[in-house]
C-alpha cells in the first residue's frame, strides 16, 4: 500500500509545511531556555525536527508491517508504545549529542539541552503516537472499503446471473409444440410454416440475445410480444383474441426485456391451456405520472381447475426482476374477478432515458 | 376389405391433430372416426364408439391424458405424442404402444403405428393401466378426476375432505359427495401436498383445512371431528403428526 504522505505532491507539500511551521515555532521556543547564538539554534532545530520529519513518513511503513497482527490487541499497542519511547529517546540522544560535540561540549548547551528534553521527549512521543493512530485508521478504513467493494461486486454479480437465471425459462413445451405444428404446417400450407419459422426465429432471437441489455423500450417488448402471440395463435386457432392499447407517449419508455412476454404466457396457459373456451387477452400501457402501468387481463374458465402452481412460479419471477431492476419501485400486482384474470405492472419512468 | 381400424386422435392443437391425419392418410384401413381436443370430449367419443387406437396428447384442458387413461374402462391400444419428454418412461411402464415426442418424423410416426397394427392383429389388448407413477414425486396432484356411473367428476384437490382405505379402493370424500377411485393410500400420501393432506391413520387422509376440531377418545386416541360432522379416528403417529403441522 503506498504511503498517504508520499503518494502525492501535495500531500507532501502540505506534511512539510506544517513541519517548517513546528520548526519556526522550536526554533522561537528554546530561545526561552536559554541564550544561544541564532546559527547554533538553527542547526539545534533543524537536527531535531528534520528527524521527526522523517520519522513521520516511516512511521507509516512500520504500521503497515504490523497490520497482520489483529488490529486492537493489546500486545499490538505496547509494542507501539514500546517502539515510540526507544525511537524516541534515541532520537534526543542523537540530536543532542551531535548538538553538543558542535557546541564544543559546553556546559550551556547541556544546561539547555535538559530544560528542553521533558518538553521535547513529550512532543515527540505525542507526534508518533498521533501518527500511528492517524495510520492506524487509514489502514482499517482502507480494508473496509476494499471488503465493502468486494461485496458490491460480488453482490452485483449475483444478481446479474440471477436475473439471467430469471429470463432464460424459455418454454420447452412452446418451443416443441411450435415446432410440431410448424412440421404439421409444412405438408398443408407450405407458406404459413415459412411465415411461422419466420416468427419463431425472431421470437427466439429475442430471447436469446437479451443477455446484453437490461432494458429496451417498450415498442420493442411489445415486438416481441407480438410474435409470441402470432405463433400462440397459430397453434390455437380461432380460440385467442389478442388487443393491445398502447399509448402514444408510452413508446419509447424503457421496460426490462422480456418482462411482459412471460406474462402473456401466462395468461394464454390459464386461458387457453386450461380450457376450450374462447379466450381474450387484452393488453393496456398507460403513463401516470412518473410510472407506466401495463395492464394484461385475460378471461379463464371457472369451472377448470387451475393448476395451483403454474401462475404462481412465473409472477414471482417477474416480481424477483422488478425487484431487482427497480429496488422497491417495480411493482406487479395480481386481481382476479369471477372470469377474469388482471396483472398489474407499475415500472417507474427513468427520466433520463424517457 | 379388412376390418377397420377405428382411430381416435386426442390433442387441443388443431395442427398436431392435422398432422397425425395426414401422416395416416397411407394407411387405408386405419379410420379416424373422432378428433378431440381434450380429455372430457375423448371420453365421451370412447363411451360411444368402439375405439382401437389412440393419438394421446398429455398435457391437454380439463382432463389431461393420463386422467382420461384413469377413468376409461376398456383402453384402446395408445400411442402418445407429446412435447413433454418427462412422461415417457412412465407411459411405456403403462404398456403404452409407443410415445412420439413433438416435433417427430415421418418415419418415426410410421414405426409407432406399425407396432400398434401389430398388436392389432395379434389381438393384443392394452393392459388396464395402473399410473401409480403418473405424476413425478415433486409434482403434488391439483385434481382426482373419478367416475360416477357414466358421469365423470373432476374434483379439485382443496374441494376433499378426506380419503378412507377400503379393500383395494380408496374412499374419496369430497364437497361434490362421495367417491371411490382404485388407488392405494400410499399413492395418495405421497401425491397429496403434506401440507394440507395428513395421514393421520393407517386408513385415513384427512384435509386439515377441513377438520373442525380434535378431541380425546380414549386414553391414548383421538378423535377428529370434521366440518361435515364425520368422526374419524387419529392413531398415535397420526396425532403427532397432526400436531407437528398444526402447532399445538
Known amino acids: 500500500?503506498?504511503?498517504?504522505?508520499?503518494?502525492?505532491?501535495?500531500?507532501?507539500?502540505?506534511?512539510?509545511?506544517?513541519?517548517?511551521?513546528?520548526?519556526?515555532?522550536?526554533?522561537?521556543?528554546?530561545?526561552?531556555?536559554?541564550?544561544?547564538?541564532?546559527?547554533?539554534?538553527?542547526?539545534?532545530?533543524?537536527?531535531?525536527?528534520?528527524?521527526?520529519?522523517?520519522?513521520?513518513?516511516?512511521?507509516?511503513?512500520?504500521?503497515?508491517?504490523?497490520?497482520?497482527?489483529?488490529?486492537?490487541?493489546?500486545?499490538?499497542?505496547?509494542?507501539?508504545?514500546?517502539?515510540?519511547?526507544?525511537?524516541?529517546?534515541?532520537?534526543?540522544?542523537?540530536?543532542?549529542?551531535?548538538?553538543?560535540?558542535?557546541?564544543?561540549?559546553?556546559?550551556?548547551?547541556?544546561?539547555?539541552?535538559?530544560?528542553?528534553?521533558?518538553?521535547r521527549l513529550m512532543f515527540g512521543f505525542f507526534t508518533y503516537l498521533t501518527l500511528t493512530i492517524i495510520y492506524h485508521n487509514i489502514l482499517v478504513f482502507n480494508e473496509i472499503s476494499t471488503r465493502k467493494l468486494r461485496e458490491e461486486q460480488l453482490r452485483s454479480h449475483l444478481a446479474e446471473q440471477e436475473l439471467n437465471m430469471l429470463w432464460s425459462q424459455i418454454n420447452p413445451h412452446f418451443l416443441f409444440n411450435s415446432l410440431n405444428s410448424i412440421s404439421a404446417l409444412t405438408l398443408s400450407d407450405p407458406m404459413k410454416a415459412y411465415d411461422m419459422i419466420i416468427r419463431l426465429s425472431d421470437f427466439l432471437r429475442f430471447t436469446i440475445n437479451t443477455r446484453d441489455h437490461q432494458l429496451h423500450t417498450l415498442t420493442e417488448e411489445l415486438e416481441i410480444c407480438d410474435r409470441y402471440m402470432?405463433?400462440?395463435?397459430?397453434?390455437?386457432?380461432?380460440?385467442?383474441?389478442?388487443?393491445?392499447?398502447?399509448?402514444?407517449?408510452?413508446?419509447?419508455?424503457?421496460?426490462?426485456?422480456?418482462?411482459?412476454?412471460?406474462?402473456?404466457?401466462?395468461?394464454?396457459?390459464?386461458?387457453?391451456?386450461?380450457?376450450?373456451?374462447?379466450?381474450?387477452?387484452?393488453?393496456?400501457?398507460?403513463?401516470?405520472?412518473?410510472?407506466?402501468?401495463?395492464?394484461?387481463k385475460n378471461s379463464y374458465d371457472p369451472e377448470s381447475v387451475q393448476l395451483k402452481k403454474g401462475r404462481g412460479v412465473g409472477i414471482e419471477n417477474i416480481k424477483?426482476?422488478?425487484?431487482?431492476?427497480?429496488?422497491?419501485?417495480?411493482?406487479?400486482?395480481?386481481?382476479?374477478?369471477?372470469?377474469?384474470?388482471?396483472?398489474?405492472?407499475?415500472?417507474?419512468i427513468n427520466t433520463e432515458n424517457a | 376389405m379388412k376390418h377397420p381400424i377405428n382411430?381416435?386422435?386426442?390433442?387441443?392443437?388443431?395442427?398436431?391433430?392435422?398432422?397425425?391425419?395426414?401422416?395416416?392418410?397411407?394407411?387405408?384401413?386405419?379410420?379416424?372416426?373422432?378428433?378431440?381436443?381434450?380429455?372430457?370430449?375423448?371420453?365421451?367419443?370412447?363411451?360411444?364408439?368402439?375405439?382401437?387406437?389412440?393419438?394421446?396428447?398429455?398435457?391437454?384442458?380439463?382432463?389431461?391424458?393420463?386422467?382420461?387413461?384413469?377413468?376409461?374402462?376398456?383402453?384402446?391400444l395408445i400411442i402418445f405424442s407429446t412435447a413433454h419428454d418427462e412422461y415417457a418412461i412412465q407411459a411405456f411402464e403403462q404398456n403404452a404402444v409407443d410415445y412420439l415426442l413433438k416435433p417427430y418424423t415421418a418415419d418415426r410416426f410410421q414405426k409407432a403405428v406399425n407396432k400398434a397394427l401389430e398388436k392389432f392383429i395379434a389381438g393384443e389388448k392394452q393392459n388396464k393401466l395402473l399410473n401409480e407413477a403418473m405424476q413425478k414425486p415433486d409434482h403434488f396432484l391439483n385434481r382426482i378426476?373419478?367416475?360416477?356411473?357414466?358421469?365423470?367428476?373432476?374434483?379439485?384437490?382443496?374441494?376433499?375432505?378426506?380419503?378412507?382405505?377400503?379393500?383395494?379402493y380408496v374412499v374419496i370424500r369430497a364437497d361434490k359427495g362421495q367417491f371411490v377411485k382404485q388407488r392405494t393410500m400410499k399413492f395418495y400420501t405421497a401425491h397429496l401436498d403434506n401440507e394440507w393432506f395428513i395421514r393421520v391413520h393407517r386408513s385415513y387422509i384427512v384435509n386439515i383445512d377441513q377438520i373442525e376440531r380434535i378431541e380425546p377418545y380414549s386414553k391414548e386416541s383421538y378423535h377428529i371431528v370434521m366440518k361435515n360432522g364425520d368422526l374419524i379416528p387419529a392413531s398415535r403417529s397420526g396425532y403427532k403428526a397432526l400436531r407437528e403441522r398444526l402447532h399445538f
Open chain 1, 1 to 119: 500500500m503506498l504511503n498517504p504522505i508520499t503518494n502525492s505532491r501535495k500531500n507532501i507539500l502540505l506534511y512539510t509545511l506544517v513541519w517548517v511551521a513546528i520548526f519556526t515555532a522550536h526554533l522561537y521556543l528554546i530561545s526561552l531556555a536559554g541564550t544561544m547564538p541564532l546559527w547554533f539554534r538553527f542547526l539545534e532545530s533543524f537536527l531535531n525536527i528534520s528527524f521527526l520529519y522523517a520519522l513521520g513518513i516511516g512511521i507509516w511503513h512500520i504500521t503497515v508491517a504490523q497490520k497482520n497482527e489483529s488490529a486492537y490487541s493489546p500486545e499490538r499497542w505496547i509494542g507501539i508504545f514500546v517502539t515510540g519511547l526507544i525511537i524516541i529517546s534515541l532520537w534526543q540522544v542523537f540530536t543532542g549529542g551531535i548538538a553538543w560535540l558542535i557546541d564544543n561540549k559546553s556546559d550551556t548547551y547541556s544546561r539547555i539541552f535538559l530544560t528542553i528534553l521533558p518538553y
Open chain 1, 230 to 296: 402470432d405463433i400462440e395463435k397459430i397453434r390455437f386457432g380461432t380460440r385467442i383474441t389478442y388487443e393491445k392499447i398502447l399509448a402514444n407517449e408510452c413508446r419509447q419508455l424503457t421496460v426490462p426485456r422480456l418482462i411482459i412476454q412471460p406474462l402473456l404466457e401466462n395468461a394464454l396457459k390459464h386461458g387457453a391451456y386450461e380450457t376450450l373456451k374462447h379466450c381474450t387477452i387484452r393488453l393496456d400501457c398507460q403513463k401516470e405520472e412518473d410510472c407506466l402501468f401495463i395492464t394484461i
Open chain 1, 320 to 348: 424477483q426482476r422488478l425487484q431487482l431492476i427497480y429496488p422497491h419501485k417495480g411493482t406487479l400486482t395480481v386481481n382476479k374477478t369471477t372470469d377474469t384474470f388482471i396483472v398489474t405492472l407499475q415500472i417507474p
Open chain 2, 7 to 76: 382411430a381416435i386422435i386426442v390433442d387441443d392443437e388443431p395442427l398436431a391433430r392435422q398432422l397425425i391425419k395426414k401422416f395416416l392418410e397411407v394407411w387405408p384401413e386405419i379410420e379416424i372416426i373422432k378428433e378431440c381436443s381434450d380429455g372430457f370430449e375423448a371420453y365421451k367419443a370412447l363411451s360411444e364408439n368402439h375405439c382401437d387406437l389412440m393419438f394421446l396428447d398429455i398435457q391437454m384442458p380439463r382432463i389431461n391424458g393420463f386422467e382420461l387413461l384413469e377413468i376409461i374402462d376398456n383402453p384402446p
Open chain 2, 145 to 168: 378426476v373419478v367416475k360416477e356411473g357414466s358421469r365423470v367428476e373432476i374434483l379439485p384437490v382443496d374441494t376433499l375432505h378426506y380419503l378412507e382405505a377400503a379393500d383395494d
